[in-house]
């Protein structure tokens, strides 16, 4: 037996908690049940969390690792079956008492990770007809395993480690960010994605523009067709418009045939066009029309061609400023910002989107080059919160994929990222300032306990930021009234 739909979270840009409902949904089917459940391990949290349940009373649920049937589970690493007929004294009645829902039977496996350890737990309630048998246990045991196969090709891979030091927190898949400004960003996507609205993305360089605008296209109902690219700034100005609208034979020496552009194979998917205002005011009037009647001219051609296509544009020009310069259309300005998304800069996004997407780089880097084992350093991470990422995402990835590879040891250390070693800038308020290093020993001579080894780190982190509490709370990931709690643990 297997889930169709696992396929389609495995794509990149895809919601994850639409496709991961999409599984829940399939699962319950194949089984035959009335409800189903993913709950994933929060390890930071020490909880369960779910967003994917069929449960429309309730957007998210929680439960502590041990609470009810799928806490047991994940707790124990076994498989639960409670039949209809008999009480469980594990099972927990509190999310039944907040939906109004009646839970008769449950059935409960297990999710692993690479390394055996519970990443999540599958769980399908109430069987119709009946009650859950040893063959529905199998089954249901062989979709977690499934299911866990996927899991390890999303970006929730990083965070569903048992090491994980962050809370779980997911939208897109390989977009990475919890930030407002980014938080922002995905709601412009969902919303955007809906429709068929003609969506403009603006962000600096290296802000992961295409990489939004295949979440719009990936998320839309035009999904299925192809997500055509064309970047406006690689190509000569007198190519553009054969690029994208293609010839007719004999419409110049050598076109001995006609050939089609990127507009046409675009047709019912999307046509993303790349540093949309690198074009030539030639083609903006002819890009304008199209925008205009969905219709075109091929080069050389004289019957208009009607295409059914969606337009997303990105830019790291001030159009505004284009305009007024006339070297942009002002009417294709207006056709073009339907939908705007703005990407903000990394060094905007704050502490927390950084600290999450060097975890998530990271790791990726390390497995995609086979050094699993690899870890970064303290010293080193403090390095990459000191500079100021003027090439922003792509920059980060390349800067640690670099470490990653030239690393000599399984210790990842500042000296192999000489391009982000002093802080610039564009940093300031977020670098560290103090030079001080970490004493020789520091980890092997720290206390046992997780919390005695969390404050000496914090101790650290403070002595580097000359005991600047709220620079320190940038550095550390975490807000300020969190470190103020955690500092007054300690006696402060």
């Known amino acids: 037996m297997a889930l169709r739909t696992l396929k389609t979270l495995g794509q990149d840009q895809v919601d994850l908690e639409a496709a991961l409902q999409q599984v829940v949904d399939e699962v319950v089917e194949l089984l035959d049940a009335d409800r189903g459940t993913l709950y994933l391990v929060d390890h930071a949290r020490s909880e369960l969390v779910s967003r994917v349940a069929h449960l429309p009373e309730l957007a998210e649920i929680r439960l502590r690792l041990g609470e009810g049937i799928a806490g047991t589970v994940a707790a124990t690493g076994q498989a639960i079956s409670m039949p209809d007929d008999e009480s469980d004294p594990r099972f927990s009645e509190r999310v039944d008492s907040l939906t109004g829902y009646h839970t008769r039977s449950v059935l409960a496996v297990p999710v692993r990770g690479a390394q055996g350890s519970v990443i999540a737990v599958l769980q399908v309630l109430n069987k119709l007809g009946?009650?859950?048998?040893?063959?529905?246990?199998?089954?249901?045991?062989?979709?977690?395993?499934?299911?866990?196969?996927?899991?390890?090709?999303?970006?929730?891979?990083?965070?569903?480690?048992?090491?994980?030091?962050?809370?779980?927190?997911f939208?897109?898949?390989?977009?990475?960010?919890?930030s407002p400004a980014m938080l922002d960003v995905f709601r412009r996507i969902a919303r955007a994605a809906r429709t068929n609205a003609t969506v403009l993305v603006r962000g600096e360089s290296g802000t992961g523009k295409e990489v939004l605008a295949r979440a719009v296209h990936v998320n839309s109902p035009r999904r299925a067709r192809a997500f055509v690219k064309v970047d406006c700034a690689a190509l000569p100005a007198q190519l553009i418009e054969n690029e994208l609208f293609g010839h007719e034979r004999g419409a110049f020496t050598g076109a001995d045939r006609a050939t089609t552009g990127k507009v046409d194979q675009a047709r019912g998917g999307t046509l993303f066009l790349d540093e949309v205002g690198e074009l030539p005011l030639t083609v903006q009037g002819k890009l304008l029309r199209l925008l205009q009647d969905r219709a075109f001219l091929r080069v050389g051609g004289t019957q208009p061609q009607q295409v059914d296509v969606r337009f997303v544009c990105a830019t790291h020009r001030d159009l505004e400023a284009e305009v007024a310069e006339g070297r942009f259309r002002q009417d294709l300005y207006y056709r073009l910002r339907v939908v705007q998304i703005d990407v903000p800069p990394l060094r905007a996004r704050g502490a927390a989107d950084l600290d999450r997407l060097i975890d998530h780089f990271f790791f990726e880097c390390a497995q995609r080059h086979g050094r699993p084992d690899l870890a970064l350093t303290p010293e080193a991470r403090l390095a990459l919160h000191g500079h100021g990422w003027p090439g922003n995402v792509r920059e980060l990835e390349h800067a640690i994929e670099s470490a990653v590879v030239l690393s000599p040891s399984p210790q990842v250390t500042v000296d192999l990222l000489p391009s982000v070693g002093q802080p610039t800038p564009a940093a300031e308020g977020q670098a560290v300032a103090s030079s001080a290093a970490i004493p020789e020993g520091w980890f092997s001579a720290a206390p046992g306990t997780l919390q005695e080894v969390e404050l000496a780190y914090i101790e650290f982190v403070l002595?580097?930021?000359?005991g600047n509490r709220s620079q320190a709370a940038r550095v550390l990931g975490i807000g300020r009234n969190t470190l103020l709690r955690k500092l007054k643990e300690r006696g402060d």
């Open 130 to 169: 009946g009650c859950f048998t040893a063959d529905d246990l199998v089954r249901l045991s062989g979709l977690a395993a499934e299911l866990a196969e996927a899991l390890t090709r999303t970006s929730l891979a990083s965070q569903l480690r048992p090491e994980s030091p962050r809370p779980l927190e």
């Open 171 to 178: 939208r897109y898949n390989h977009i990475v960010g919890e």
């Open 463 to 466: 002595a580097r930021c000359d």
